[in-house]
């Protein structure tokens, strides 16, 4: 029948499109230094059916969308609970807050740079194993605080090109922390000071600025 060799044949690009986006065994994520978005995208003319996609790609580590025009993330409410790697760069999101992320336990990169994010939701925190988290040139005003939480798994936090004033001192507990980069977001005093240290002393300063806050002192 008609209808089901166009099926077929739908299943078949689909799957071809999959291991081009699914990352082999001993594969290491894209390196810390950032980089064009691979070519290896999911078609523009797949963004209107963009959830069916994903129910085909159980199997997949890497989901990639980006470049897709995306306003929204509806059709990112089912996801393989083995995604390591979700690319969101470069669509038109305002808001992230709609993402699975009870399903996200195993992302260990989450790529949202270049949309009008304003906002990260608290459930980052959610993301215990994330190691590298590019959110630059948004509409960002600020880091939750919960981003503390990721201490033990947080390698790069890119959010250069924001609108943020403040960071959140407990970032200064992410220890495996070696790329942070804040640059062209109008950081306010003694936040400033941040821009132009090297990551440990980074770190240290911000933990430095938790401590006095608990006391109720403050850096000036």
Known sequence: ???????AARRHHLASL??????RDGDELPSVPLGRP????VGTSLASSLPE????SKRSHVL???SLRLKDVAGLRTVPQSLTYLRLENNHLTDVSQLPWELLGNLTALNVYGNSIRKLPSEISKLRKLSILRAQNNHLQSI????G???ESLVELSIE?????NLPPELGFCSNLTHLRVDKNGLVHPFDLVHSRGVSRQLALLRKIHLNREQGHFIG
């Open 53 to 56: 996609r994903i129910t085909e």
């Open 144 to 147: 939750p605080a919960v981003i």
């Open 149 to 151: 939480s990721l201490h």
């Open 161 to 165: 090109g924001n609108s943020i004033e």
């Open 18 to 23: 999959d291991s081009s986006t699914q990352l």
């Open 38 to 41: 691979s070519s290896a995208a």
């Open 1 to 7: 029948m008609p209808g089901s060799k166009l099926a």
């Open 64 to 66: 990639q969308a980006g």
